[in-house]
């Protein structure tokens, strides 16, 4: 690889598939992908990992096709965590300003999420990110983003605060020596999947990112810019595809395999007439369009109903003006940005396609696959300026907190208040 510009490797480790991306770095918002790859990985199951040697052979065949193609070596990268156990919380941290001129420095930022960090801490998790929403000066209701050098008597830090546990961290880190590559950062894969397929206006106003997997779904709610919710369902395409072989008696293959190429969670636009063959266990068989959708509908729905629940109780439906944003592979089934907008009953569209990471118009068509959306999203967190998150995640989050955030975080919610 040319050293003419610098280089930055991203590694997505998922249920089904390890993907690689190799890219130039020509400016925070020009980066051109030079290697990708993705290969098969059979060493996790619904976001962990259950065999580390066929994580680590999966890497390390990801990392291989993607060094040929770009002519190089990777020793490093950024790494996607699966989140799977991850744990997510509203967090606060109220501390004076003591010094003599009462004005605010690193320090009282520093003890601020300390103090945050102090109640939810557990021993056998690890706090991965603290994402800083915003700092409240003196009870003030308007919130600053940055208050370094402001001055007042005292400062409440708030933040999302993400915890995985250690045993978790602790395989993934053996999977990335195995493979032997350094980990350069870890991010949460909700936030590097964020940061690729959605657009700043839609954070500022409001969305909800869905992206389902292969064994889990993941969502993450921004509301005025800030990230609002987090959380991770322990179920994704796999599902569908084990139900489809179950009710159907095939093989998970041959279930895979109609599924992708006739799969529907629309029944309107589906032919009444439309049969489709099936190699069954048993031998041969024929099956309508329509009883395929209806299989996979109903484990959709379940995926949906979840959803909808956690955002109807904390009221983040209601802040949703940009509606929600689909990604991952599954999502690409036909039908899906109706079926969504029903279940959900907001505006739906699929993921947008980051702009600052580019390639070769040979290659271009590959990296807008929505399995490297996380790993983009990987490449554009190493060059932000302000990261969302800091390095140091059942979820609890508290309703008028993010009722709050949906006013546009100028209105002070007196039970909130209260709380201080």
Not at 6 to 15: E, H, K, L, R
Not at 64 to 75: I, L, P, W
Not at 194 to 218: F, M, P, R
Not at 246 to 264: F, N, P, S
Request: glycine share 6%; hydrophobic share 45%.
């Amino acid at each position: 690889m040319s050293e003419a510009a610098p280089s930055v490797v991203a590694i997505d480790i998922g249920t089904h598939k390890v993907s690689v991306l190799i890219a130039k770095v020509h400016a925070s918002d020009n980066i051109q992908v030079v290697g990708m790859a993705t290969a098969r990985n059979r060493g996790m199951s619904k976001g962990k990992i259950v065999n580390l040697d066929k994580v680590i052979s999966a890497i390390k065949n990801a990392v291989s096709e993607a060094e040929n193609m770009a002519e190089c070596r990777v020793h490093s990268a950024w790494v996607s965590i699966p989140s799977t156990d991850l744990k997510s919380f509203y967090a606060v941290g109220r501390t004076p300003i003591a010094n003599a001129e009462q004005v605010i420095s690193t320090s009282e930022v520093v003890r601020a999420l300390e103090l945050a960090k102090a109640s939810h801490i557990s021993p056998d998790h690890y706090l991965i990110s603290a994402v800083p929403l915003g700092f409240e000066l003196d009870n003030n209701q308007q919130w600053v983003t940055n208050p370094i050098n402001m001055a007042a008597q005292s400062m409440t830090g708030h933040y999302q605060l993400m915890m995985l546990p250690i045993s978790t961290m602790q395989n993934l880190d053996r999977a990335m020596k195995g493979a032997n590559i350094g980990v350069e950062r870890m991010v949460v894969s909700n936030l590097a999947t964020a940061e690729a397929s959605l657009l700043q206006d839609e954070k500022d106003y409001g969305v909800c990112l869905v992206d389902i997997g292969a064994g889990t779904t993941n969502i993450a709610v921004y509301l005025d810019g800030r990230l609002a919710l987090t959380k991770t369902y322990a179920i994704g395409g796999e599902h569908v595809t084990r139900d489809i072989a179950a009710v159907l008696q095939t093989t998970t293959d041959e279930a895979e395999r109609i599924k992708i190429l006739h799969g529907c969670v629309d029944l309107d636009v589906v032919k009444p007439d439309h049969m489709i063959n099936v190699q069954g266990i048993e031998g041969p068989q024929t099956i309508s369009r329509i009883e395929l959708s209806e299989i996979i509908i109903a484990r959709y729905e379940e995926i949906f109903r979840s959803i909808f629940t956690d955002l109807e109780q904390t009221g983040a439906i209601d802040g949703l003006y940009h509606g929600v944003v689909l990604t991952g592979d599954v999502c690409q089934i036909e039908g899906m940005i109706s079926f969504a907008r029903r279940m959900l009953g907001v505006s739906a569209h699929l993921g947008n396609s980051p702009l600052q990471v580019t390639a070769e118009d040979t290659q271009l068509a590959a990296l807008r696959r929505a399995q490297y959306a996380t790993a983009a999203g990987l490449l554009m967190y190493s060059q932000a300026e302000t990261p969302d998150a800091i390095d140091a995640t059942d979820v609890s989050h508290d309703t008028n907190f993010v009722s709050r955030l949906k006013n546009g975080w100028d209105l002070l919610n007196n039970k909130l208040k209260s709380i201080f």
